[in-house]
């Protein structure tokens, strides 16, 4: 399974810089290894090997297992910006102590 290290998302880079188990601290930047604008704490979540095919060209798309974060749509339940590394690992220490909360409740939002 492809492991989520460092990735680019929405024109930003994220370096990682704390992991526990599928919770994990990045470091957004605008510019790769340059500056800090932001530290994001997310859900690391698994996506198993598999395909899809395109309907309109039938064209059969093939992808491997791989762990990926929140979707945009998915910030307020498992990703949240946050100004400072301090205020991150609070995040952090609050989203591995209420994970069963915050899975709930983004299973209720989604109806």
């Excluded at 093939?62 to 990926?68: C, D, H, S, V």
């Excluded at 979707?71 to 209420?98: M, Q, R, V, Y």
């Amino acid at each position: 399974m492809k492991k989520l290290e460092d990735f680019q998302k929405n024109k930003f880079y994220y370096e990682q810089v704390k992991r526990v188990g599928f919770w994990a601290i990045y470091k957004q930047r605008l510019d790769k290894g340059r500056g800090c604008l932001a530290y994001e704490v997310i859900k690391i979540r698994e996506r198993q090997a598999g395909e899809m095919v395109i309907k309109k060209t039938g064209q059969i798309i093939k992808f491997e297992a791989a762990e990926y974060g929140p979707s945009n749509e998915d910030f307020g339940f498992f990703g949240w910006s946050l100004p400072t590394l301090e205020h991150a690992e609070e995040k952090l220490k609050f989203c591995i102590e209420h994970e069963k909360d915050l899975l709930e409740k983004r299973l209720t939002n989604k109806k």
